[in-house]
Structures are given as structure tokens and as C-alpha cells.
């Protein structure tokens, strides 16, 4: 955790995951693999922060503005990038930490 050592007092991380680590698709092991241990990494990473720094990851599904990658998640709802970005600032913004936001 390298970037901790960086950042201000009271800052925050966030990273991206996605909907692949719950909700699989066929070709999508290393993705579903990657997305799942960052979820963990922010979950186990927010113990170790000191001087109120946070870390958070936005896990959304496949996004309605990018109609070319519906054909790799079958089946899947997509989500509107407003509700993307709102997750993106509650993680940035808000109080919590050590949290998966799920947009799916």
C-alpha cells in the first residue's frame, strides 16, 4: 500500500471493480478473478489506513452509454452512468470506507 505514504490527511482511494466478480459471463474468468480480489483488497486494505484515509472500490455492471460491450455480458441489465458517477462520488465524498459500491 504504497500510495498511503502519498495522499493527504483524511484522503480517499477509490477503485473500480465490477460486476464480474458476483455475476460471471463465459471468457471472463481473469476479469471475474481481478475484480474479485480488488473488492477484497479494499475490504482488508481499509483496516491498515491511519490518519483518516479511506478506500473504497465502485463495482458497477455494464454501463448503458457503451452499447458495444452488451454482446459480452448477456442477459445483464444495464446501468445508467448517472448512477455510476453518483457512486463514484459517494465513495470520494462521503464518510465510509472499506465498502464495495455495487451498481448493478
Known sequence: MIGQHY??????FTLTSGILSED???NGV????INGGLNSFVISA???LQ???RINAVSPGVVEDSPGYF???PGHEPVAMDKV???YVKSVLGAIT???IKVF
Open 7 to 12: 495522499i493527504n490527511h483524511k484522503g480517499s
Open 24 to 26: 460471471p459471463v463465459v
Open 30 to 33: 481473469n476479469l471475474g478473478t
Open 46 to 48: 481499509a483496516i491498515e
Open 51 to 53: 490518519n483518516g484515509v
Open 71 to 73: 454482446e459480452y455480458f
Open 85 to 87: 458517477a453518483n457512486a
Open 98 to 100: 472499506g465498502q464495495v
